[in-house]
């Protein structure tokens, strides 16, 4: 069965990086497309980027957009979310997911998550 591990995750002040990675396993038949999404404390779940593809390709975040870049290593069945100039909306749980469709909805019609790995961004 399809499965994430997430890591990377640490503590950073305002303006710094982090890259987040995710290395899977698995992978049962049947289409999805890769993502990274959030958890903050007292908010609800939200997409980060979502790896499309055809026209609809990459997805972002509005508030990412230019900072964060999803990219993968097949060779390595590892995606990764290398993130730059963290800001302090930036805390949160990351996790990285198999979703379909490719959205940034906190609640895809399908998904399959990781446990996740903390994102704290601090001064």
């Known amino acids: 069965q399809l499965e994430f591990e997430e890591s990377g995750g640490g503590l950073v002040q305002p303006g710094g990086s982090l890259r987040l990675s995710c290395r899977a396993s698995?992978?049962?038949?049947?289409?999805?497309?890769n993502a990274w999404f959030r958890h903050a404390p007292g908010k609800e779940r939200e997409g980060v980027s979502c790896?499309?593809?055809?026209?609809?390709?990459?997805l972002y975040k509005d508030s990412v957009k230019g900072r964060f870049t999803i990219s993968r290593d097949n060779a390595e069945n590892t995606l990764y979310l290398q993130m730059n100039d963290l800001k302090l909306e930036g805390t949160a749980v990351y996790y990285c997911?198999?979703?379909?469709?490719?959205?940034?909805?906190?609640?895809?019609?399908?998904?399959?998550w990781g446990r996740g790995t903390q994102v704290t961004v601090s001064s």
């Open positions: 790896e499309g593809s055809g026209d609809a390709g990459t």
């Open positions: 698995g992978f049962p038949p049947g289409y999805y497309a």
């Open positions: 997911a198999a979703v379909f469709p490719c959205t940034l909805r906190g609640t895809p019609g399908f998904g399959i």
